[in-house]
């Protein structure tokens, strides 16, 4: 329950402080977004054919940088125009459109609070719903415990977490909410680390 209590401290400091406050605490963190900031992770569409931008993110790279990063997403999305994945540089190397192999080559991303890495723009309607989760690509064999997950120096893969703490459930919602679930790593210590 630590990590529930935590984010729902961050929300109170974050009403009363900052609108802005990054809701993924914890280092190599890797999710979908609703906007650069990496702050929302629940949104109410109400428009009509408004654009809705989201965005795949590491949070908090504990690594200079990102070389390489591999993830599934999974989706479940009703929107008029579910849009489709564009890399923010980089070349995917898997044919799936939904597993992410990715190279940033010469070219990789410094290390920020948060790293875009590939996003996309939908249109719906105020009945449209969607979900997303990050998760390990099956069968990768740079993360064998089925996390997504990053190379900041070649020769070293850094698995990430995901924001809910279960990577078999929805980690971004449009339209309804998603739940962060325990997790044990999180401390109040860290959660003041922020302030
Ligand atoms: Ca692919």
Redesign the pocket.
């Known amino acids: 329950m630590k990590k529930l209590l935590a984010l729902t401290a961050i929300a109170l400091l974050a009403f009363s402080v900052s609108a802005s406050a990054q809701v993924d605490p914890d280092p190599d963190g890797m999710g979908i977004y609703f906007d650069l900031g990496a702050t929302q992770f629940n949104v109410a569409y109400t428009g009509t054919f408004t654009p809705l931008n989201v965005y795949l993110m590491i949070t908090r790279p504990s690594g200079s940088q990102v070389l390489a990063w591999e993830c599934t997403i999974v989706e479940e999305n009703t929107f008029t125009v579910p849009g489709t994945w564009t890399l923010n540089g980089g070349l995917?190397v898997?044919?799936?459109?939904?597993?992410?192999?990715v190279g940033n080559g010469a070219d990789p991303h410094p290390a920020a609070p948060a790293v875009m890495l590939a996003s996309k723009t939908m249109f719906g309607t105020p009945v449209s719903t969607a979900t997303f989760r990050v998760k390990g690509v099956a069968g990768s064999v740079s993360f064998p415990g089925g996390t997504p997950g990053y190379v900041h120096t070649l020769g070293f893969n850094t698995p990430c977490q995901v924001l809910t703490g279960d990577m078999n459930a929805p980690q971004a919602c449009v339209n309804s909410n998603c739940m962060i679930v325990a997790n044990e790593d999180m401390s109040w210590s860290s959660v003041k680390a922020l302030y």
Do not use: E, L, Y
Request: glycine share 0%; net charge negative; aromatic share 12%.
């Open positions: 995917d898997d044919n799936d459109p939904m597993d992410f192999v």
